[in-house]
T-cell receptor, first 114, second 111 residues
Framework: DTAVSQTPKYLVTQMGNDKSIKCEQN?????MYWYKQDSKKFLKIMFS???????INETVPNRFSPKSPDKAHLNLHINSLELGDSAVYFC?????????????FGSGTQLSVL | SQKIEQNSEALNIQEGKTATLTCNYT??????LQWYRQDPGRGPVFLLL?????KEKRKERLKVTFDTTLKQSLFHITASQPADSATYLC??????????FGSGTQLTVLP
């Protein structure tokens, strides 16, 4: 069973379109995230949700809107896609334990905007 | 602003040798530091976490040190194998919600 799964794996679309990426975790974690990894491999946090509530919203354009229907799901909707949105988007989840808080990542969605 | 630097974009070593990767950070004081491994086309996978009051942590062939005075962490892989080839990311942090990643070091272990 995949702990954090996101779909689709690849997404190729035209500029101006609207697209969504779905993410689900079966680890029972309270916190979920969206990260963006650019061509230089920098991994930057975009959003963080804890129990369906937004707790981190980095400087991300309003065209990006996360939605968390329940604590196991965090979807990312992107409006009016631009060329600069091309990147790999990772979903992740975490849980605080006595051993610390570590992230579990999905396998990524490679978004290509043409 | 917070800055994380990992040594050279790529590191090539011979199988059996010890690989040493460096992570330097500036302008903040993380409570702990994590190391992740990322393979092509996959998400990062957690390897080790070391706290600010710990000098060293080991897990099998992996060893991590954390020097809060130098603001530096060293990540060692002893008796390296070709299967260790991957990109390694460091992430100094106060919590997972403040996790900031370096751009990674791509390690290639040559047979």
């Amino acid at each position: 069973d995949t702990a954090v799964s996101q779909t689709p794996k690849y997404l190729v679309t035209q500029m101006g379109n609207d697209k969504s990426i779905k993410c689900e975790q079966n680890l029972g974690h309270d916190t979920m995230y969206w990260y963006k990894q650019d061509s230089k491999k920098f991994l930057k946090i975009m959003f963080s949700y804890n129990n369906k509530e937004l707790i981190i919203n980095e400087t991300v354009p309003n065209r990006f809107s996360p939605k968390s229907p329940d604590k196991a799901h965090l979807n990312l909707h992107i409006n009016s896609l631009e060329l600069g949105d091309s990147a790999v988007y990772f979903c992740a989840s975490s849980q605080v334990t006595l051993k610390g808080e570590k992230l579990f990542f999905g396998s990524g969605t490679q978004l290509s905007v043409l | 602003s917070q800055k994380i630097e990992q040594n050279s974009e790529a590191l090539n070593i011979q199988e059996g040798k010890t690989a040493t990767l460096t992570c330097n950070y500036t302008n903040y004081s993380p409570a702990y530091l994590q190391w992740y491994r990322q393979d092509p086309g996959r998400g990062p996978v957690f390897l080790l976490l070391i706290r600010e009051n710990e000098k060293e942590k080991r897990k099998e062939r992996l060893k991590v040190t954390f020097d809060t005075t130098l603001k530096q962490s060293l990540f060692h892989i002893t008796a390296s194998q070709p299967a260790d080839s991957a990109t390694y990311l460091c992430a100094p942090s106060g919590s997972a919600r403040q996790l900031t990643f370096g751009s990674g070091t791509q390690l290639t272990v040559l047979p």
